[in-house]
């Protein structure tokens, strides 16, 4: 198997050492390649996301994993015209004197490995793939094997859509993933969880193959004392409802202040029973498979054991999974340390800010922190005091929706960052050049040295 994997990358790797630098055209003709796919489509990727998930309603899927992935192709059509122009930089002032030039330019990197996870099958693999397309690279995706359906057709439709030269595709087990991240890529991006990262880096160091690591983590909530419940409630209830939780940037515990519990359960149940409504369960998405229906399930158990309030706010959709709420379980319940990952939210009441932050800085990074509230000086203390991939102010997840921004993580949560620009230039090979001037340079400091180099050498210091 590991000799397949070898044969397809050298294939990529051939193609690529031909082209070397594809010119603007032939970068956007691929990125139109990976719309067609897209759109064309539709149909048949809401289909299999719908029979990997159980149930997942088909604008759910339209909406998050088809549309956003074609936004980020628009994107970067739009504007990779200027992201591959070389940037002008300024020459240290002695060199500018004599001339010379510098500039930065983006070179393809080569072949980049896309490991890609199962929540988002789609756009958590094209997502990626717009930005090493769109950068000159070649790549090759490893999709999750636990949405089987999805993954199945990813590899049929790239393998119609592009040559097995240009973007090719390695389904299977786990067995496949392991080899495939030994194979000496020019660089790889992994979307998963942290265990596996531990691992891929460590397999990826045996060939110094870079690595982009989109992990996850626990997202946490500030619920200040300026916050307004009703809009902080209806918008965590949202991030708990999309894909049934199942969400990277997905809300994961709430801090509050005591007194402003009860309201603010109140005005859950008020925004889940609204969201669960009967027409609304036909848009649900279930927990993906039973392993995880029963991992949230263990989670929610312990939280009791652990002296735990549980709330579960019960809808018309009796099927889906109900959004179970877990209060003030003591410091040794495994959901205080376990990213929760679906429709259950962990909640301490913890109201001062200062103990807030402390709350959140005790654990590693988050991929985001959402504050809600009025003040922009608890926000700004916020930004200042802890660290995080991302930083939202009164919203949740819809900072993904800016192909703009650069999204991943820090520290537990991740490495490097991608999307729009910040993508183009993580797969790029940002190469710094120089051109010498008239003046030569080296000869001034070439010995035997002169007082006036001396001199010069003191006065650099001064500008
Ligand atoms: P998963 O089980 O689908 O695994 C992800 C990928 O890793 C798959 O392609 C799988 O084949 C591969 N893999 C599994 N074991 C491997 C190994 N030993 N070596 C190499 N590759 C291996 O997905 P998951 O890990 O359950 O995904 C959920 C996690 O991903 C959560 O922690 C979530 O927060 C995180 N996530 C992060 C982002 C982000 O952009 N930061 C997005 C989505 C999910």
């Excluded at 240009?166 to 942290?194: M, N, R, W």
């Excluded at 409504?277 to 312990?302: K, M, Y």
């Excluded at 040794?332 to 200062?354: H, K, M, Q, W, Y």
């Excluded at 988050?366 to 203390?381: A, H, K, N, Q, T």
Aim: some cysteine; charged content about 20%.
């Amino acid at each position: 198997m590991s000799s397949n994997l070898q044969r397809q990358l050298d294939i990529l790797r051939g193609a690529y050492q031909l082209e070397r630098f594809p010119s603007l055209s032939i970068r956007l003709d691929r990125l139109r390649r990976v719309k067609a796919m897209l759109s064309e489509n539709e149909s048949a990727w809401c289909e299999a996301l719908s029979e990997d998930f159980g149930y997942r309603s088909v604008d759910q899927s339209s909406f998050a994993d088809i549309t956003t992935s074609i936004k980020s192709v628009n994107h970067a059509l739009k504007n990779l015209k200027f992201w591959m122009k070389a940037e002008r930089r300024t020459p240290d002032l002695s060199l500018r004197m004599s001339g010379a030039k510098t500039y930065v330019e983006a070179f393809p990197k080569g072949v980049v490995g896309i490991v890609s996870p199962w929540n988002f099958p789609i756009n958590l693999a094209l997502s990626p793939l717009v930005s090493v397309l769109a950068a000159g690279n070649r790549a090759f995706i490893k999709p999750s094997e636990a949405t089987p359906a999805t993954s199945a057709l990813l590899e049929t439709l790239i393998a119609k859509y592009f040559s097995d030269s240009e973007v090719s595709v390695a389904c299977g087990d786990v067995d496949v993933a392991q080899a495939f991240v030994k194979l000496p890529f020019d660089h790889i991006i992994y979307t998963g969880g942290e265990v596996v990262a531990r691992h891929i880096m460590r397999d990826a160091a045996e060939n110094l193959v870079p690595l982009t690591l989109e992990l996850g983590g626990k997202s946490p909530v500030i619920v200040s004392a300026s916050a307004d419940l009703k809009l902080t409630a209806k918008r965590i209830a949202f991030g708990k409802y999309f894909n049934a939780g199942q969400i990277c940037i997905a809300p994961d515990y709430l801090l509050i202040a005591p007194e402003r519990l009860d309201s603010f359960l109140s005005e859950l149940k008020a925004a889940v029973e609204t969201a669960d409504s009967a027409q609304g369960s036909a848009d649900s998405v279930s927990v993906v498979n039973e392993r995880h229906r029963q991992r949230l399930n263990n989670l929610v158990l312990d939280g009791e054991k652990q002296g735990g309030r549980i709330l579960t706010f019960s809808g018309v959709n009796q099927s889906a999974y109900q959004l179970t709420v877990v209060i003030d379980p003591s410091d040794d319940a495994s959901i205080n340390c376990a990213e929760i990952f679906g429709p259950v939210l962990l909640i301490r009441t913890i109201g001062n800010l200062d103990e807030q932050i402390a709350y959140i800085n005790q654990s590693s990074h988050p991929l985001v922190i959402y504050y809600f509230g009025r003040s922009e000086d608890e926000f700004r203390r916020v930004a200042c005091e802890t660290s995080s991939g991302g930083l939202v102010k009164n919203d949740v997840i819809f900072q993904y929706a800016n192909d703009d921004l650069p999204f991943g993580g820090i520290g537990g949560s991740g490495m490097g960052k991608y999307r729009g620009e910040y993508g183009f230039k993580e797969f790029s090979n940002n190469r710094a050049v120089y051109k010498s001037g008239f003046i030569d340079v080296s000869g001034f400091v070439t010995p035997p040295y002169s007082d006036v180099f001396r001199m010069v050498n003191k006065l650099m210091r001064k500008i």
